[in-house]
């Protein structure tokens, strides 16, 4: 009974993206893999902030909290901060089944002013990595937010042990298919059983 559940970027609904295509992909190619899939709205997604997305996050860990061991995570871009900061904070004592974190980051190039809350505000990332269950990673080495991919990658290595895998030209994953997302995914579930 595996479940998964996917936290957008900054601006990003269900319908943004990959994430109808991914849904779409997981029910009719392997719809044995999750029951549901389950795709996180912000309260405010175009200027979300720390404190209620957590609260609405801690609200959606709250009805998964009864499989959490079945949980799969996927956050991209600011939603991999979400995810973890919703982590670190969850009462959680037992790690899910696994975590992708999608163009992922700790810090951007070009910060505007709602976004360096989820920048500087500081969290224990290893608190997070503890209730994640495994961490993998997906990054570009042309992100348009984060030019310096190798300090991005070292950093996710440093902070979570995540193991973070590079596509060549992948931008910051904003297509409306992205095989690569889908592949990892697929691959991360794969090495939890």
């Known amino acids: 009974m595996t ?35 389950h795709i996180f709205e912000y309260p405010t997604p175009d200027a979300p ?13 709250d009805e998964f909290r009864a499989t959490w061991s079945d949980l799969v995570l996927v956050g991209h871009s600011v939603g991999c901060q979400a995810l973890l900061r919703a982590l670190a904070h969850s ?30 505000r500081v969290f224990d990332p290893k608190s997070a990595a503890t209730v994640a269950g495994r961490v993998d990673v997906l990054l570009s080495n042309n ?3 984060t030019q310096n991919w190798q300090k991005n990658c070292e950093e ?29 995914l697929l691959k991360l579930c794969q090495r939890q059983r």
Request: with cysteine; net charge negative.
């Open 3 to 37: 479940r998964l559940l996917i936290v957008p970027r900054w601006s990003g609904r269900a319908s943004s993206d990959w994430y109808p295509w991914l849904q779409h992909q997981l029910e009719t190619r392997y719809p044995e893999l999750f029951t549901d899939v």
């Open 49 to 61: 902030e720390i404190a209620e997305t957590l609260a609405a996050l801690t609200t959606t860990f």
């Open 143 to 145: 992100d348009p937010f």
């Open 91 to 120: 009462g959680m004592t037992s790690p899910a089944r696994g975590l992708l974190c999608v163009a992922g980051w700790w810090d951007i190039d070009e910060p505007w002013p709602t976004i360096r809350p989820w920048i500087e």
């Open 156 to 184: 996710w290595m440093a902070q979570l042990n995540a193991e973070v895998t590079v596509v060549p030209g992948a931008k910051h994953f904003n297509g409306e298919q992205e095989p690569a997302v889908f592949e990892a």
